[in-house]
Structure formats: C-alpha cells, structure tokens
C-alpha cells in the first residue's frame, strides 16, 4: 500500500528540518541517497511532499530522488507500521523454509514485502541475514528473534504483537 500524503502543506517546521538535513551535506547534487538517508532518519519514511520539497530546494529533479527511492529497498515510501517484522532469506533460512513463512505472513497481513497492513500495525521487509543461521528459518520482530519458525507458529508469534 502505497500511503498519500493527507497534508500536501508543509509546516515551517518541516521546511526547516528539511533545509537543515540539507546544509548537513557538503554537495546535495552529488549526495542524494545521503540526503534521502537523512530525510528518512527524520521521518522514518519518505512522504512525496518532502521529496518535493527537497528537490524543489536543492535543485535537483523529484524523478531522480523518487527513482532512488524506489530503486533501493532500504528506503520506505509508506509510513512504517508500529511493528516491523523482518524475515530473513540468507542461505540458511532459505533452505529451511524462509519463502514458507515469508508467504504465510503475507498471507495473513494480506501484505506484500515492503507495506504495511491498513491498520498500521505491521510492516514487512525481507532481508538477506539476520546473522542466525543456526536457529532457520527466523524471523524478527521488533529486535525480537524467533528462530526454528515454522508456518504453524506464524499466527500465534504475531498476537503476541496485537
């Protein structure tokens, strides 16, 4: 799911985190992603608005920092849900059944990697290695790791979390 913005208005406040996230680069043109990085940290994701609003001021094109962002999975363009949920798909993981539990929970959230659910509860992100070969397939939630998950266990991890 894609979220829009519901104030397109920036306040003073926003321009003014925005034009300080600016000056805090030695060349904005040439340090984009460093920029959408500091932008993100700010917001915790990435509203159209202030993109518009950082490329508006620095000069350079909305098309380049959107095609950034959407190029590289580290940055969110919907608003990240109150808890994240991570599921690794490194070798090991992989192997023991990491696309099971990854396509169980998206079943369940009725998400797909990279969103969040409507009520803005959980958001779901795949990485590479969460550095527990020994406990896959595992899953994080939170910081939280739970290891040896099988897609029986899904629901009852994630009421935990309700």
Same mark, same amino acid.
């Given at each position: ?40 940290? !700010?917001? !915790? ?118």
């Amino acid at each position: 799911m894609k979220e829009e913005d519901t104030n397109k208005e920036l306040s003073w406040m926003e321009k003014n985190e925005i034009e300080k996230i600016i000056r805090s680069v030695e060349d904005p043109k040439y340090q984009k992603i460093e920029l959408l990085q500091k932008l993100q940290g !700010k917001y !915790k994701w990435l509203q159209d608005k202030h993109m518009e609003y950082l490329a508006e001021t620095t000069g350079i094109s909305y098309t380049d920092l959107y095609g950034i962002a959407t190029f590289y999975t580290q940055f969110k363009l919907h608003p990240p849900g109150r808890h994240k949920i991570s599921v690794c798909m490194g070798t090991g993981c992989h192997v023991k059944g990491g696309k099971k539990i990854l396509e169980k929970l998206k079943d369940i959230l009725d998400i797909d990697v990279n969103e969040t659910t409507e009520d803005r509860r959980f958001s779901l992100d795949q990485v590479r290695c969460l550095g527990c070969c020994g406990l896959a397939p595992v899953i994080d939630i939170d910081g939280e790791t739970f290891g040896r998950v099988s897609t029986k266990e899904i629901e009852g991890i994630l009421k935990e979390f309700k």
